[in-house]
């Protein structure tokens, strides 16, 4: 069982930056794939970002060049910096654990509000 806390998010005005942060519980982070996800009102939960424990970054077109993907494999954490922020951007955003190695499972947390508008 692996517990994500993640934390960072608040309002912002059109143009800003935020930082999300995601802790998790574990002594095998390594194994996992982490990202963030965001769920808008009405919408569907999407992909914003993955990273391996490599360094290998995938990104949502939507988000590529305003948005950096990190983690810190010693403190097994997993950070989101977003920059440039849109009102498209509002959503509740989730960190994601992907265990790679059998039995693949996948872990979420609680989510944390992203609000942008003036």
Avoid at 9 to 14: A, D, K, R, T
Avoid at 25 to 36: A, C, L
Wanted: aromatic share 10%; charged share 15%.
């Amino acid at each position: 069982q692996v517990q994500l806390v993640d934390s960072g998010g608040g309002l912002v005005q059109p143009g800003g930056s935020l930082r999300l942060s995601c802790v998790a519980s574990t002594s095998t982070f390594h194994i996992y794939v982490m990202g963030w996800y965001r769920q808008a009102p009405g919408k569907q939960r999407e992909m914003v970002a993955t990273i391996t424990s490599g360094g290998l970054t995938n990104y949502a077109d939507s988000v590529r060049g305003r948005f950096t993907i990190s983690r810190d494999n010693a403190n097994n954490t997993v950070y989101l910096q977003m920059n440039s922020l849109k009102p498209e951007d509002t959503a509740v955003y989730y960190c994601n654990a992907h265990r790679t190695l059998l039995p693949r499972r996948d872990y979420w947390g609680q989510g944390t509000q992203v609000t942008v508008s003036s």
